[in-house]
């Protein structure tokens, strides 16, 4: 079954680094790899996706975000945040064998300090 | 364009209570889903749709009926809500998920 983690509840990071929000997945065979962000009290937005092709995907906002086959892993990245950035994150996945559910993971609250 | 749109935004109910919740789309898409939130669990899929008068399980289902008679329209009924049906539940459109309505609140006490 596919599933989804994200390790940290919480990250913490000063306005102008870089950051990373992580993500693990596990399906069976290559995924579809999604991000989303979430502002309070609001619907979930997309961010970017990962279909096939090259590894680092670029999306909105300034976000990108990394697929590493042998670590199974689609790190969200951003080179220098904005207290703007500050929301819930959210990776999601689907396997490709015919099945249309896509997994959301728990999801990371992002915290940019000025 | 409203994109994605349900209704209520809040609701409380007694347990045992029915309810439907509405969401509307007007962007022509064929695919729409239900998801609960829930703190610490991100977003489940409660039931999904490939289109017009189509419907299937998803991770939670139980508890939960779905119908989509028209394209633009998928209803989320409970039948007799129970307090673990307490959530926010979320609407998307399109394939994958990309637009989402602003959530329902429902409290069942």
């Known amino acids: 079954a596919q599933s989804v983690a994200q390790p940290e509840d919480q990250v913490n990071v000063a306005e102008g680094n870089p950051l990373t929000v992580k993500c693990t997945y596990s399906?069976?065979?290559?995924?579809?790899l999604f991000w989303y962000v979430q502002y309070p009290n609001r619907g979930l937005q997309f961010l970017l996706k990962?279909?096939?092709?090259?590894?680092l995907v670029k999306g909105s906002y300034g976000f990108e975000a990394e697929f590493n086959k042998s670590q199974t892993s689609f790190h969200l990245k951003k080179p220098s945040a904005l207290v703007s950035d500050s929301a819930l994150y959210f990776c999601?996945?689907?396997?490709?064998?015919?099945?249309?559910?896509?997994?959301f993971g728990a999801g990371t609250r992002l915290f940019v300090k000025a | 364009n409203a994109g994605v749109t349900q209704t209520p935004k809040f609701r409380v109910l007694k347990t045992g209570q029915s309810m439907t919740l509405l969401c509307a789309q007007d962007?022509?898409?064929?695919?729409m889903y239900w998801y609960r939130q829930d703190p610490g669990m991100g977003l489940r899929l409660i039931h999904y749709?490939?289109?017009?008068?189509?419907?299937a399980k998803g991770e939670v289902p139980d508890g939960y009926n779905v119908s989509r008679l028209k394209k633009q329209n998928f209803l989320l009924g409970l039948e007799s809500a129970a307090p673990s049906q307490t959530s926010v539940y979320f609407c998307?459109?399109?394939?994958?998920?990309?637009?989402f309505g602003q959530g329902t609140r429902l409290t069942v006490v």
């Open positions: 998307a459109s399109s394939y994958p998920p990309a637009f």
């Open positions: 399906v069976s065979g290559n995924p579809y």
């Open positions: 990962y279909i096939t092709g090259d590894n």
């Open positions: 999601a996945v689907r396997d490709r064998t015919g099945g249309f559910k896509t997994i």
């Open positions: 962007m022509n898409h064929e695919y």
């Open positions: 749709s490939v289109g017009e008068g189509t419907t």
